[in-house]
């Protein structure tokens, strides 16, 4: 069976990596956070369905509130959703992290999303009070509550993580469901719990093939359908920098890339990254860099090997300027467009029509569509107001 490129969606992901200026000194995050405003408001303007924004605590990024700066884009922003890229459940409150995302969405007019996970920093535990020993219990129980939360109906609930709760709702009420992705770094166990709760999958990609992936999407579709579930979405979250030349991309994003992965490294015992592994990644792993058509078929591979339904960029790696990520949004959103930046002249409208007209996707992987947005998913982004 063809994928239809046009039932795909496209997203653009930020941690809030706090960047340089031209002179290459640190800009400050107050800045960079005014900064991922503009970058949002334009890739709605070049039609990219999705706009997520990761949360930290720690000095290299910028957003500990994702769902403020998100606010902020609701009233400069039309049609694109705005969700996180991940909210860290085991550290936060779900039921307060759905009265946000509620009120979010009723400033958006129907546009909020959310993507929940355990995140790969830790920073959140000792800064609000979490051990973790109780890493595990803490998102198992945060999620089936969230997951409670989120049917609109009185609360009853209890578990080992907080105290019982019996009928009670929450304010303001939700107008709609609340499209909710579960973000997933490869463990079969998360997998398979995401498809338990009914939830739809977000494969964060950030090295390595994509290919290798493969196994968790089938498993993800075979859990579902024993669990007696409809089919949900999913998606792959992965790296990447556009500019007009392959050269150019990779000359970009190379110093950054390096120097986030070996500030990392040091903290977790990894050693020393270089050139060498950013070519590999570039060439032949997880990082999608390179002119806007090396891009657009670097994703169609991983579309159609996959069976996906949304693929997510994250468009920002390491202390990149704001100029160059606001070139690679307009490229990633006007890819393969015969008119080039003119999508940006037709307003969000456009719903990124040029990198779906970039895409050549081949009939290499079945995957049955979505007929319907399904409980807590969506298979494309919902109508305008």
């Given at each position: 069976?063809?994928?239809?490129?046009?039932?795909?969606?496209?997203?653009?992901?930020?941690?809030?990596?706090?960047?340089?200026?031209?002179?290459?000194?640190?800009?400050?995050?107050?800045?960079?956070?005014?900064d991922?405003?503009?970058q949002g408001e334009?890739?709605?303007?070049?039609?990219?369905?999705h706009?997520?924004?990761?949360?930290?605590h720690?000095?290299?990024?910028?957003?500990s509130?994702?769902?403020?700066?998100l606010?902020?884009?609701?009233?400069?922003?039309?049609?694109?959703?705005?969700?996180?890229?991940?909210?860290?459940?085991?550290?936060?409150?779900?039921?307060?992290?759905?009265?946000?995302?509620?009120?979010?969405?009723?400033?958006?007019?129907?546009?909020?999303?959310?993507?929940?996970?355990?995140?790969?920093?830790t920073?959140?535990f000792?800064?609000f009070g979490?051990?973790?020993?109780?890493?595990?219990?803490?998102?198992e129980?945060?999620?089936?509550?969230?997951?409670t939360?989120l049917s609109?109906?009185?609360?009853?609930?209890?578990?080992?993580?907080?105290?019982?709760?019996?009928?009670?709702?929450?304010?303001?009420?939700?107008?709609?469901?609340?499209?909710?992705?579960?973000?997933?770094?490869?463990?079969?166990?998360?997998?398979?719990?995401?498809?338990?709760?009914?939830?739809?999958?977000?494969?964060?990609?950030?090295?390595?093939?994509?290919?290798r992936?493969?196994?968790?999407?089938?498993l993800?579709?075979?859990?579902t359908?024993?669990?007696?579930?409809?089919?949900?979405?999913?998606?792959?979250?992965?790296?990447?920098?556009?500019?007009?030349?392959?050269?150019?991309?990779?000359?970009?994003?190379?110093?950054h890339?390096?120097?986030?992965?070996?500030?990392?490294?040091r903290?977790?015992?990894?050693g020393?990254?270089?050139?060498?592994?950013?070519?590999?990644?570039?060439?032949?792993?997880?990082l999608?860099v390179g002119?806007?058509?090396?891009?657009?078929q670097?994703?169609?591979?991983?579309?159609?090997?996959l069976?996906?339904d949304?693929?997510?960029?994250?468009y920002?790696?390491?202390?990149?300027?704001?100029?160059?990520?606001?070139?690679?949004?307009r490229?990633?959103?006007?890819?393969?467009?015969?008119?080039?930046?003119?999508?940006?002249?037709?307003?969000?409208?456009?719903?990124?029509?040029?990198l779906?007209?970039?895409?050549?996707?081949?009939?290499?992987?079945?995957?049955?569509?979505?007929t319907?947005?399904?409980?807590?998913?969506?298979?494309?982004?919902?109508?305008?107001g």
């Open positions: 069976m063809s994928i239809d490129p046009g039932s795909i969606t496209f997203g653009l992901d930020t941690f809030g990596d706090v960047t340089v200026d031209s002179a290459g000194d640190p800009v400050a995050p107050a800045q960079v956070i005014r991922i405003v503009a334009l890739a709605d303007q070049v039609g990219i369905d706009f997520s924004i990761g949360e930290h720690r000095p290299d990024f910028a957003v509130a994702p769902d403020m700066v606010a902020g884009l609701a009233a400069r922003t039309e049609r694109i959703t705005l969700g996180t890229a991940v909210i860290v459940l085991s550290s936060d409150d779900p039921l307060r992290v759905v009265e946000r995302f509620s009120t979010l969405d009723a400033l958006s007019q129907g546009r909020a999303e959310l993507t929940v996970g355990r995140g790969s920093f920073e959140s000792p800064l979490f051990a973790m020993q109780d890493y595990e219990t803490l998102f129980e945060k999620l089936d509550l969230l997951v939360a609109g109906e009185p609360i009853t609930w209890s578990g080992t993580t907080r105290a019982p709760l019996k009928d009670q709702s929450l304010y303001p009420p939700l107008e709609r469901e609340l499209p909710t992705w579960v973000a997933v770094g490869g463990s079969p166990n998360s997998v398979i719990r995401t498809a338990r709760h009914g939830l739809p999958l977000m494969l964060a990609i950030i090295g390595g093939p994509a290919q992936f493969a196994p968790y999407v089938d993800f579709h075979e859990a359908a024993k669990l007696g579930g409809q089919r949900r979405p999913v998606g792959v979250h992965s790296p990447g920098h556009i500019a007009a030349t392959d050269a150019a991309a990779r000359e970009q994003l190379a110093p890339w390096i120097h986030n992965r070996n500030e990392i490294g903290e977790r015992g990894w020393p990254s270089g050139i060498g592994e950013f070519e590999a990644e570039a060439d032949h792993g997880a999608y002119s806007p058509e090396t891009v657009a670097k994703i169609a591979r991983t579309i159609t090997s069976g996906i949304r693929f997510d960029l994250k920002v790696n390491g202390p990149m300027p704001h100029e160059q990520l606001m070139e690679s949004i490229l990633y959103g006007t890819v393969g467009d015969p008119a080039g930046a003119g999508a940006a002249g037709r307003g969000a409208g456009s719903r990124g029509i040029g779906r007209r970039g895409l050549r996707i081949a009939p290499l992987h079945p995957s049955p569509r979505l319907g947005a399904g409980r807590h998913g969506c298979a494309a982004r919902p109508p305008p």
